[in-house]
């Protein structure tokens, strides 16, 4: 070849690469270790813990949520009413001790949409605050009433997180079996008499501390990436794609709706439309919402977010 043509050949290479990038952009950004495989597998707990709160029986389901519900109302109506912290600690250890809840019970009250909030406000907070609070400080209450109330709210945590899909509900669970956790073991301590050789209280709750410790370092590192103003493009989209947690792929869907508006390259955008697209025919009906949700989120509503 004669190298007058060499030049302009080169400059068309270039012209003809420049124009793909333009038309194409540039390959969507590969995940990072943070969203490894392992990572995409489901946060559970094992069924094979020791039970450290009374097992409730299958009865009554539907009137339990109806149950639930009134403690909800009542903690929004009365939150620091001495009275009504009372009632509904007693109401939440006859209801954890004799029903138990069905999957989705309490994923009802948060919309399938971006960074929504639960329509019973902070309802699940105050009831977590007010009754460890009230099994520690009520004077009437024995010992044994002490660790009644602890456990059943420790039982509701658990329901929460594992009959449950939204990452708000789960979280919160999580969030109320570490705390009631911690007070639970400090009161066995104190009063050695609550537990007996057939049911070491305390070591079954550290049996359970170690296990919860797993879970959240899990749970947050995921948490962490979805949750993030400015998230890793390759690792959010990993999540939304491959999660096998439905809880944080309904999530990543609904923040790839944002993202969409500021995907970083021609690349990213294109994947992301794809995995909204095909999230729309997921057999999980939450996953389809959230991808409709996405797929309907405007540039002006991903403006309120800066």
């Known amino acids: ?45 094992s069924t094979n813990l020791p039970h450290i709160f009374p097992a409730p029986s299958d009865s009554h389901m539907k009137l339990a949520v109806h149950r639930y519900g009134q403690i909800i109302e009542n903690a929004n109506q009365a939150p620091d009413d001495p009275e009504a912290i009372a009632e509904r600690a007693d109401e939440l250890v006859d209801l954890m001790t004799s029903t138990r809840f069905f999957k989705g019970f309490s994923d009802y009250a948060i919309p399938i949409t971006i960074d929504s909030q639960p329509s019973f406000g902070n309802a699940l907070e105050n009831i977590t605050t007010k009754t460890i609070e009230y099994a520690n400080t009520e004077p009437r ?51 050695p008499e609550l537990k007996t050789s057939s049911a070491p209280l305390d070591k079954n709750i550290l049996i359970w501390s170690s296990a919860l410790t797993d879970i959240n370092k899990q749970w947050h590192a995921k948490l962490a990436i979805v949750m ?63 991808a409709n949700a996405a797929a309907n989120f405007t540039r002006e509503q991903a403006a309120k977010f800066k």
């Open 1 to 45: 070849m004669k190298p007058k043509y060499i030049i302009p050949i080169i400059c068309l290479l270039v012209i003809a690469i420049a124009t793909l990038y333009n038309q194409f952009g540039f390959p969507p950004d590969p995940p990072t270790n943070a969203t490894a495989p392992d990572t995409l597998k489901p946060i559970t707990l």
């Open 141 to 191: 209450l024995t010992p044994n009433q002490r660790l009644q109330v602890l456990q059943s709210l420790f039982a509701l945590g658990h329901q929460l997180f594992i009959y449950n899909q939204r990452l708000y509900i789960r979280n919160t669970g999580l969030g109320i079996m570490n705390a009631t956790g911690n007070t639970m073991y400090k009161l066995v301590l104190d009063h």
């Open 228 to 290: 993030d103003l400015d998230p890793h493009r390759g690792d959010l989209m990993n999540i939304a794609q491959n999660d096998q947690d439905p809880t944080f792929r309904t999530e990543a869907i609904l923040r790839l709706g944002l993202f969409q508006h500021a995907p970083k390259s021609k690349g990213n955008l294109r994947l992301m439309q794809h995995i909204i697209k095909r999230a729309k025919s997921d057999p999980d009906p939450n996953i389809q919402a959230a």
